[in-house]
């Protein structure tokens, strides 16, 4: 029997004992009254009933018995849902609690930051390296991080890169920090400790710094007796070309120190240290004339698309190596009678300079290898245009200092592109140059 159909026979049981009441004493209007006032009271001690019952936290079995009636039907039915949803928020606390021990656990520090980049939870290894206690949940995380290249870098939003953070007075501790967004407006910062990592990066950079510099000495004595040699026995038939190969050698080997000591120093820098307004045009026209020598008219040096109110927030030093590069390379790898391009304009979301050549081109498989430390496509012919293999590497990291990135377009046979991408918060106008140049006292 259905539970409704249940009630309806209670009911009908109950004006039936009425009716029958009601004929035996001859005061129906009474029985029925009083029946249905009974019926009336019974129901509102049900509802109370189950109001209590639900106040209840704990869904205790029912307090129902085994009356096919509507209120048993209901209580059931709560019952159910109501043990339905303990078992599922018990599983949801287990997977909590087991995700929050083996997060404790990881040897990396995890913070999760809700959208106002207030802390949530923080693990361990996050709480011990970045000073933070459980007085500090809910408390925005630069009000407590206060280093000023992970506040800039939290304000930059860029979460697809990562911040080196050297914690000074921890022990020399490095981390490499990474904010992930999860979950539409909440981050989970995550941090690794690199502190050994970074040691041996400087250990190799200084090993690479001091051998360059200590190698400098003895190649400019030897240098000097070379050319005094040559200008004595430059006419020797056999003496005289070996000789002068040993100079263009040494003049090589020069080069390569200086691009090594140039890589070292340029390592050991972060990005906006050396900043100033930089006039790039005229720095362009100063590296174009140059190129013009260099080529010695052999190729045909286009200047057209120079934007010559468009300024950048960086170094001047550096940026007129990674142009000059650019654009010796595109002499270097292209025959007389080529064409070489140079722009720099205002593109979507910043500023770009770029160099096309008509030159030999790259195949694609070295392209994403080029700015690799003495990577060359082709080595013979690299070491007779007099390329040390590091020019591509000088390049890329100048553009780590100036936020900028680069991209290589290339045709076989046919000719390279290669552009360099600076942000929008490096770009200036004509105008904002003047007062920035007058501001820095330039
Ligand atoms: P290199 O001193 O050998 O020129 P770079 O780091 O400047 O070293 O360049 C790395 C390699 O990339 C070069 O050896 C060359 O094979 C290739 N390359 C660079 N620029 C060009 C270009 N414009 N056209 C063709 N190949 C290029």
Redesign the pocket.
Known sequence: MSPMLGTVTQILGLILAALLSGAIFDAMPWTISVALMGYLIWQLYQAHRFSKWLESSEPAQTPANERNDIWNHIYRQVYQIRRRSQRRKQRLSDLLERYETSAAALPDGVVALRSDHSIGWFNRAAGEWLGLGQRDLGQRIDNLVRYPAFIRYLQAERYDEQLKLVLPGRGDLVLSMQIIPYGGDQYLLVARDISQIHRMEVMRRDFVANASHELRTPLTVFAGYLETLIERFQDHPSLGPALIQMQRQTSRMRQLIQDLLQISRLETLEPGQRDNPVNVPMLLERILSETRSLSNGAHTIDSDEIDTGLWLVGNEQDLYSAFA?LLS??V??TPSGGRVTASWQRVNGGCQFAVS?T????PSQHISR?TERF????PG??SSVG???????IVKHVLRLHQASLSIE?VPGEG?R?ICRFPENRTLSHKQDAVRTSDTGE
Do not use: E
């Open positions: 590069n390379n595109a270097q790898y050549d030159g030999i081109g790259i080029l990577y060359r496509v082709d012919r690299s390329g040390t293999g590091l020019g591509l590497s290339s390279s290669f």
